[in-house]
């Protein structure tokens, strides 16, 4: 069986090169030679242009740009070369020639006269090959246009997105590769992502990078921390933390808010974190004081007057909906929450977890705070939501409380219904959809099946304050669903498994076989869900293989996962079924040990 995935070729190495002052040679002067004049500019590299016949054989776009100062056009013909005029070699070795005597060193060269130019001519490809070759021999990667076999390295379709409000462009960009197999087709899957991206997604990138900056702005913090950096940070921003200090060091603060970074960039709406102003981050980051308190709207019918300021009507009373939205895909909210989320929401208090695309149902001019459950905060968070809700009901809003999956189903909806209730107000709790059924199910995944699981469980893979949680013991009939256990799975599986000591001890029962099945759902129903199913064994290196994770994330664990899996096998509780357990795995995983399954049932996009 293979343990990792078996390279095929064919694929690009995709880099975000950053050329800030190399040199940059286009040999031709057409439209094409324009548009990757202006990429490598863009990119504030030094730009060298060779056209034959000179500025007069350049496009409009060239000669404009020679013009202004912005890069070098030089007359092809006019370089010395070893060859003569009508040598077929000549431009080659004048070229080479040109990059042998220059004072600093060219770094990339595209070739973009073997399509026809502005003056009609075409290179042919033995001279561009040619060209190439020498390229080659000093070290320097080589562009030709429309000869994909010749191409060292190629230009995607892109995209770069402008901050809304100022008009000015931002950091972030998208490509789109199809490596030589269509550029036409390129371009329009190109402007389909773009199309399907909210239109202040770049302002939300400028937002997060200055939140980022805040966050490691600290005197005595080490910037050098691979903690403090984007690419030694955890693959998962729910990696396990201790609860937070209030004698932190600078350190510690520095390394604690930027995972809260790490958080509000993956769960925050692209649309919150394009108006987070400098404010917002701060107050973000110190998790010193509650949310901001929400003024007290003028009540219909009330009279104040002016000597004594009395109210002589009483001020309408508020009240609180405890709502969960289910999974995250917005169809599978239920008419209950729907109507609570566009009927009556006068202030919206959501999780973290809840996402982008339910939050969208939600009226524009309802307000919506996002709670700031981040690693090692999460207790502070939820007192500070709960105040908030007394504090909006007390002033007469509808607050609703907004929960993924259901409320009641480790959703802190208790603790709440207690708090409201201390406080006055006995807050209508609205059930969810349960990521517990709906997330396994979207996996093909039942929790219950005749011949496979006679019952299913539920528990948590973290209990209060980050203490460990006893987990139950392996029953062949059972299957098991953990809910926030992704982030321990190395203490979930030692749990699982071992035969004795202190792991054994944290679970109720035998352990469980190494080659049990078991999938991680991560982001159950949304379109980019992904489900790695493999054993106990091997699931650890499973995910490791699959780079970053996507939270949230589920665990299920149990013999049902393999058996509506293509022809299905219900056969597993017969008398005798493990004897066949072996063969079974090697019809669910084949010659593999784990697989990986990407997006949703093409059936999902017209819902």
């Known amino acids: 069986m293979h343990a990792f995935p078996t390279p095929v070729g064919g694929a690009s190495l995709?880099?975000?090169?950053?050329?800030?002052?190399?040199v940059f040679l286009i040999v031709g002067g057409n439209t094409l030679?324009?548009?990757?004049?202006?990429?490598?500019?863009d990119a504030e590299a030094s730009v060298i242009v060779l056209v034959k016949g000179g500025i007069e054989a350049a496009c409009e776009e060239l000669r404009w740009r020679a013009e202004q100062g912005q890069l070098t056009l030089l007359d092809l013909d006019s370089l010395p070369s070893t060859a003569g005029l009508e040598d077929s070699w000549r431009d080659a070795?004048?070229?080479?020639?040109?990059?042998?005597?220059?004072?600093?060193?060219?770094?990339?060269?595209?070739?973009?006269?073997?399509?026809?130019?502005?003056?009609g001519f075409r290179r042919t490809r033995d001279s561009a090959e040619y060209i190439r070759q020498l390229c080659g021999h000093r070290g320097i990667s080589t562009n030709v246009a429309d000869m994909p076999d010749l191409c060292d390295f190629t230009f995607m379709s892109t995209q770069r997105f402008a901050d809304q409000?100022?008009?000015?462009?931002?950091?972030?960009?998208v490509g789109v590769t199809t490596n030589g197999?269509?550029?036409?087709?390129?371009?329009?899957?190109?402007?389909?992502?773009?199309?399907?991206?909210?239109?202040?997604?770049?302002?939300?990138?400028?937002?997060?990078?200055?939140?980022?900056?805040?966050?490691?702005?600290?005197?005595?913090?080490?910037?050098?921390?691979?903690?403090?950096?984007?690419?030694?940070?955890?693959?998962?921003?729910?990696?396990?933390?201790?609860?937070r200090k209030g004698d932190e060091s600078a350190v510690e603060r520095a390394r604690r808010r930027m995972k809260w970074v790490a958080q509000v960039s993956e769960y925050w709406p692209i649309r919150q974190l394009a108006r987070l102003t400098e404010e917002d981050m701060t107050g973000v980051l110190d998790g010193r004081g509650g949310l901001r308190s929400t003024p007290s709207p003028p009540t219909e019918g009330e009279i104040v007057t002016p000597v004594h300021s009395l109210t002589i009507s009483p001020p309408k009373r508020g009240r609180i909906f405890l709502v969960g939205s289910g999974p995250g895909h917005p169809s599978l909210l239920t008419v209950?929450?729907?109507?609570?989320?566009?009927?009556?929401?006068?202030?919206?208090?959501?999780?973290?977890?809840?996402?982008?695309?339910?939050?969208?149902?939600?009226?524009?001019?309802?307000?919506?705070?996002?709670?700031?459950?981040?690693?090692?905060?999460a207790d502070g968070a939820q007192n500070e939501l709960m105040e908030a809700a007394v504090e909006a009901a007390q002033h007469g809003l509808t607050v609703v409380r907004l929960k993924q999956g259901d409320p009641t189903v480790y959703g802190r909806a208790g603790e709440?219904?207690?708090?409201?209730?201390?406080?006055?107000?006995?807050?209508?709790?609205?059930?969810?959809?349960?990521?517990?059924?709906?997330?396994?199910?979207?996996?093909?995944?039942?929790?219950?099946?005749?011949?496979?699981?006679?019952?299913f469980i539920v528990c948590t893979g973290v209990g209060r304050q980050g203490k460990e949680v006893k987990l139950p013991g392996y029953e062949r009939s059972r299957t098991l669903v953990i809910l926030m256990?992704?982030?321990?799975?190395?203490?979930?599986?030692?749990?699982?498994?071992?035969e004795s000591g202190e792991p054994a001890n944290r679970r109720n029962g035998p352990a469980y076989p190494s080659c049990t099945p078991i999938a991680l759902i991560e982001r159950a129903s949304m379109p980019d869900q992904r489900v790695i199913c493999s054993t106990l064994r091997d699931i650890t290196a499973a995910l490791d293989s699959v780079g970053e994770q996507r939270p949230p994330g589920m665990l299920v664990v149990g013999w049902s996962i393999l058996s509506l899996w293509e022809a299905g096998d219900v056969s597993i509780l017969d008398d005798g079924g493990e004897t066949r357990d072996k063969e079974r795995l090697n019809t669910w995983l084949g010659e593999k040990l784990w697989r990986v399954t990407e997006g949703l049932e093409a059936a999902w996009e017209d819902w």
């Not at 995709?14 to 190399?22: H, N, S, T, Y």
């Not at 070229?95 to 006269?113: A, E, G, Q």
């Open 165 to 173: 409000e100022t008009g000015k462009p931002s950091p972030l960009q």
């Open 14 to 22: 995709i880099l975000a090169f950053r050329p800030v002052q190399k």
């Open 93 to 119: 070795k004048a070229i080479d020639s040109f990059i042998y005597t220059r004072p600093t060193r060219v770094h990339l060269v595209c070739i973009t006269d073997t399509i026809v130019s502005t003056n």
């Open 485 to 498: 256990g992704v982030a321990r799975l190395p203490q979930v599986l030692e749990t699982l498994q071992c």
């Open 33 to 41: 030679a324009a548009s990757r004049a202006f990429a490598a500019l």
């Open 336 to 377: 209950a929450t729907h109507a609570a989320l566009t009927k009556h929401a006068q202030l919206v208090l959501s999780d973290k977890l809840v996402p982008a695309a339910v939050l969208a149902v939600i009226p524009p001019g309802v307000e919506v705070r996002i709670a700031r459950k981040f690693p090692g905060n």
């Open 416 to 455: 709440e219904v207690l708090y409201f209730r201390a406080h006055g107000f006995e807050p209508v709790v609205v059930p969810g959809v349960s990521s517990v059924l709906a997330g396994p199910t979207f996996a093909g995944i039942p929790v219950t099946q005749r011949g496979a699981a006679e019952s």
């Open 181 to 243: 197999h269509g550029c036409r087709l390129a371009g329009r899957i190109r402007r389909d992502i773009v199309a399907s991206l909210p239109k202040d997604i770049g302002a939300a990138v400028e937002k997060v990078g200055k939140f980022r900056e805040l966050s490691k702005a600290s005197e005595d913090a080490d910037a050098e921390d691979e903690e403090l950096n984007e690419d030694g940070a955890p693959v998962t921003p729910n990696a396990p933390v201790p609860q």
